[in-house]
């Protein structure tokens, strides 16, 4: 896909192009229609938005990158409202016109990284002047049409890797780990097999909370020896839905209400889809003569700190890979999971707390993930959510719904879970905001330091500056009788920069 994409940016396969076109923001086979070209604008727009939108983007991640395109294109007077299902846009060109308006709805949604990271520099290299609006269409178009690199069977062998790597994360054995892998697999290719099928997601929860029942159980009747309870429990990480519930409260906290109530639904309906699959599985078991003591699904047996940050690092590579992540931001994301475990149970060790560890663990993410980001050249929610997701509070959603669900003695332990799930949620989603704010005033200091301090360089400009802040300062420096002068020392300079 790289090559694909310097070969349709005119670069060779370093990913230097030759020479930079100086592209046009708006179009220029429809510029003396102010209609036309607003239709085109807002189509792409919201093209643009649906992609990010259904690939894992927050809303207000979505909203900003709709407005600096529009912003970029020159667009009059955009307006723009998202919803959990639909984005509208409109434009007035003039006051003598009447509005263009337009609507698309997000009819699928699958954490997909890949495209993700696609979409991002499209807009990147759009904002840059390097892509006109034609350019832009057509490329995005060809991002919609294409397929993944990876196949499907290693997707499927991701999720499987994910869920042993959690056995591990929680004091599982090998034996644990084994049948979880495989178990996940299953889990895997059945809910793939029911989404061809379209079948509601609420139904497709169903069936893997049941699978991975079933399949736990029937190992411990074979007589395998194994703890049932984390069996399940790392099978029924993969479905739970504490990445949706951490999405809505992040929504919440930047001002969309009505998106944030949507995944809030959405993750609780998820939830309680898993909860009635184990049941179903535990019905079936008993049906057929097995009783299995004390299957407690959603219980952990935290190891040592390097145990747990070793399958903490493993499951969010994993994660990140069955989502199309690219391979190159792998190993920095394991890195980062790792180290956020690890200061997740210091802190928590020290009495602070579970929100208060996962709040400052968040952080850390949140500051380190944004310099990653820009290092390996994907946006910065690949590296976020993948790190964050050991410490998600998927298992206390999961225990709280089941605690509620049986009634009487239960109740109060249930709202105590729930309660504490969303601290958590809230400190994750706090957290990695608040890393991000303070990691982007850092990043521009730290380039500005760079610079200054920069001594003399055996290879590459001795000063970097950027091609915008030149051209501003070189027009507001030239004058029609320096022009000439102005121009024989530039290309002195750069005769002697090349020399």
Known sequence: MR????????????????????????????????????NLIIDFCLRVGEMLLASGAGAADVLVTMQALARHFRL?????????TSLQMSSQPTQETPPVVAIRTVKQRELDYEDLSQVDHLVQHVLGGQLNLVEARRWLARIVSSGHHTPRWAITL?????????????GGSLRVMMIAFISAACIDRLRHLLSRHRLPFFYQQIAGGA?????????????????????VTANIIM???????MGALQDALTGFYITANARLLEAILATAGIIAGVSVGLSLAELVGIDVPNLVPGRTGWEGWAVTALGSALAAAAFAFASYAPRRVLLPIAGIAGVAMALFQVVESQDFGRPWAAGLAAFFVGVVSFAVAGRVGVPPLVVVVPAVIPMLPGLSIYRGLSLLADGGSGTSPGLLAMITAASVAISLAAGVILGEYVAQPIKREARRMENRLSGPRLVGPARVRSRARDRGRSAKSRTPASKSSTTSTTSTTSTASTD
């Open 3 to 38: 090559r694909l994409w310097n070969s349709a940016c005119g670069c060779d396969h370093s990913g230097v192009a030759p020479e930079r076109r100086e592209a046009t923001p708006g179009n220029p086979s429809n510029a003396d229609d102010p209609i036309t070209t607003a």
């Open 76 to 84: 009059p007077h955009p307006e723009i409202d998202i919803t959990f």
């Open 158 to 170: 991701g999720w499987g890797v994910m869920c042993a790597a959690v056995a591990l994360q929680l």
């Open 211 to 231: 699978v991975a029942t079933i399949l736990a159980t029937g190992a411990f009747g074979l007589g395998i020896k194994v703890d049932t309870s984390l069996v």
């Open 239 to 245: 479905m739970l839905a504490g990445v949706g519930f």
